[in-house]
Each structure stands twice: as C-alpha cells, then as structure tokens.
DNA sequence: GCCAACGTTGGC
DNA sequence: GCCAACGTTGGC
C-alpha cells in the first residue's frame, strides 16, 4: 500500500498506532483493499520519496468499509458523483506492525532476482494498493531483517 | 521539472 | 463503442 510520506509516512503510522487508509480513488486498488481481511499484513510503501521504497508493515485491522471522504465537499478526495446510498468508494483501518531498520528501496528490489515478476517492479505501474504473493512477502521480510516476534 | 504510463472524461 | 484530450501518478 503506498503512501507520499510527505503526506503520511510509517512515522506517522507509528505514532498514531492505526490510520484509516483513506483516498483510494481507483477501482482495481479498492477491489484489492475489499479482498483484505482482518489480520492481513500488508507492506508501506513510501512513493515520490528519495528513495522511494518499503518502509515497513502494517496490518488490515477493519475491513473495507465506506470512505467518508467521498461525500466531504471540503476533502480533495470529495466525488461528486458517489451516493451515500451506493458508495463508489472503501477504506480500510490499519495498524502499525514494524518499521523496517533501513528503507528498502526500490532499485534494491528491483536487482532482487528473488523478487522478479513483482508488480510494483513493473513499468507504469501506478496502482496504490497491490497484491504480494506470499514467497515475495517472505523474502521481502527476511531482507528486511524483521522476524514474526518483532512484528506488532 | 520532465515525461511515460495509464485512467477517466466526454464528444461523436 | 471509439478515441482524443486531459489529468494524475510517480520514478527519475
């Protein structure tokens, strides 16, 4: 799940504990978050940072449900066109589960054979909530150098 | 700041 | 339904 940590980072995650994953404005990234379930780990990904890269783990601790957001006129994810009847829009709740010692980048990543075929490898691809497979998942966490006890 | 990639909008 | 124009994302 990405995030400008301009905007919001894994400090601040951290900080707050848990946060509501709000301002998914694409339907393949909200169908993805709509697939999540309670317990799910999912990673933080800082975008548009130098360098841009994993930050750390997060864990799904409520399921998608209606992003307020939608019917805010004052937020800039405001959209006009969804109904409180039928929301066109999800977020998710998370908490914070570890904050990675370095940042992986994403360069790093990319030279990982380990990790080839991975999406958020992959050209243009701007999607901000993505899947992982779990052999990824595994060797991602283990570059990182965190173990199951150290995750929150 | 540049620009490729991609999603959305809206005229037809 | 097609597709050009436009806006956004996000690495570099």
Not at 58 to 80: G, H
Request: hydrophobic share 40%.
């Amino acid at each position: 799940m990405k995030s400008e940590p301009s905007v919001y980072s894994i400090d601040d995650l951290q900080r707050d504990g848990t946060a509501e994953w709000e301002g998914v404005r694409n339907f393949q990234a909200r169908n993805h978050m709509r697939a999540m379930r309670v317990g799910d780990l999912a990673f933080f990904y800082h975008s548009n940072a130098t360098p841009p890269g994993i930050a750390g783990l997060m864990r799904i601790c409520r399921e998608a449900y209606p992003d307020d957001t939608q019917f805010d006129r004052r937020s800039k994810y405001f959209d006009r066109r969804s109904r409180s009847s039928k929301p066109a829009w999800d977020r998710v709740d998370v908490a914070f589960a570890a904050r990675f010692d370095v940042l992986l980048p994403l360069h790093l990543l990319r030279d990982d054979p380990a990790l080839q075929g991975m999406l958020v490898l992959k050209r243009g691809m701007r999607l901000s909530v993505q899947p992982v497979s779990e052999p990824h998942f595994r060797h991602i966490l283990e570059l990182a150098g965190t173990r199951p006890a150290q995750v929150q």
